[in-house]
């Protein structure tokens, strides 16, 4: 039998190699499609079709994401459906090894931290000590999202910008480390960070409203649900109101992650412009939270999010061929 830290340090290294082999396999979709539809590149027409797939009003469609690797694959060649790969995979590792080290610290040495230790180790007995419980979550959850948005951010950055260029015809950013010393050439340390700011948002909104949920939950099934309803009818429905829940929160923090992504190609001289506005009219979009309102005002706040039934509400050209085409604000 193995010692009990060598045992931990296999479960780890088991870990990251399961979380990088899952982030490689995924990268087409996950990565390249989502991050081109997220900066507004919409190279195919869009289709028509019933808002409820079956039913409900008539309503225009984007391509899903297989439709668009496969629109990659025959423009730019296979290898660009792995475009950007290296920077995802360092991501992906580092934020497992940061999340790890952080929670085994937390763990480890600063129990104390956050209050309510001694309810953490016997388990809550009451709503108060649930709600000490929540609080405690949401500090020590704090200090992980915090530090894993700081130190992996660069590599989501690099990793957006050697996506977009693909698309836009320059070749700007090589491999991770000639992309980190351009940048820090170009504009600073500070520019490897921008967009960090709704990413932070969005993140800690989304850690917040996760513990918000399950505290709400806890306290409803603790108070009612459990003298009620069977111990199977219980399960179903947590899990139901657990999808429902987890469906809202994504719908308020998926915005501020899309602002993330568009902003942190500012400065980055690859072409995002809104193409509503002529003539070199655009405005200046650089603050997030004038990314974010344009977003919203045009109805392009969730554009990227879901790889199926891409529903589409914004602006349209029609082209040579008399089909519909997508004009979204701030695109490539």
Avoid at 26 to 37: D, E, F, K, M, Y
Wanted: with cysteine; proline share 5%; hydrophobic share 45%.
């Amino acid at each position: 039998m193995h010692p009990y830290p060598l045992f931990q340090a296999e479960e780890a290294e088991r870990e990251v190699r399961s979380v990088v082999f899952g982030a490689f396999i995924s990268h087409p979709i996950c990565v390249v499609c989502r991050t081109l539809a997220q900066l507004g590149y919409n190279p195919l027409p869009l289709n028509k079709g019933k808002y409820f797939i079956f039913a409900g009003p008539a309503c225009l469609f984007h391509p899903n994401f297989f439709a668009y690797a496969r629109h990659i694959f025959r423009t730019y060649g296979f290898r660009s459906l792995w475009v950007g790969a290296e920077v995802a995979l360092a991501r992906e590792a580092l934020t497992c090894a940061i999340r790890l080290v952080v929670t085994k610290q937390l763990e480890v040495r600063y129990f104390e931290v956050g209050g309510g230790a001694e309810i953490a180790r016997v388990g809550p007995r009451s709503v108060a000590e649930r709600f000490q419980l929540f609080i405690r979550f949401i500090i020590r959850s704090s200090i992980c999202v915090f530090a894993l948005d700081l130190f992996t951010y660069p590599f989501l950055l690099i990793q957006t910008r050697t996506v977009a260029q693909m698309v836009c015809g320059r070749k700007i950013y090589g491999d991770l480390f000639d992309s980190l010393s351009l940048i820090c050439e170009k504009n600073g340390f500070m520019g490897l960070y921008v967009g960090l700011t709704p990413l932070l948002v969005s993140s800690m909104t989304g850690m917040a409203l996760t513990h918000l949920t399950s505290f709400s939950l806890d306290v409803l099934f603790y108070k009612l649900i459990n003298n009620l309803v069977a111990n199977e009818g219980r399960t179903w429905i947590r899990s139901i109101l657990d999808g429902l829940c987890s469906f809202a929160r994504k719908s308020i923090t998926y915005p501020y992650a899309l602002a993330s992504v568009i902003t942190s190609t500012a400065g980055s001289s690859l072409p995002v412009r809104d193409i509503t506005y002529r003539s070199g009219l655009s405005p200046k979009c650089e603050d997030w939270r004038q990314v974010h309102a344009l977003l919203r005002r045009s109805g392009n706040q969730w554009r990227g999010r879901y790889s199926f039934f891409r529903s589409y509400t914004g602006p349209f050209t029609i082209g040579f061929d008399g089909r519909y085409y997508a004009a979204p604000i701030l695109s490539i």
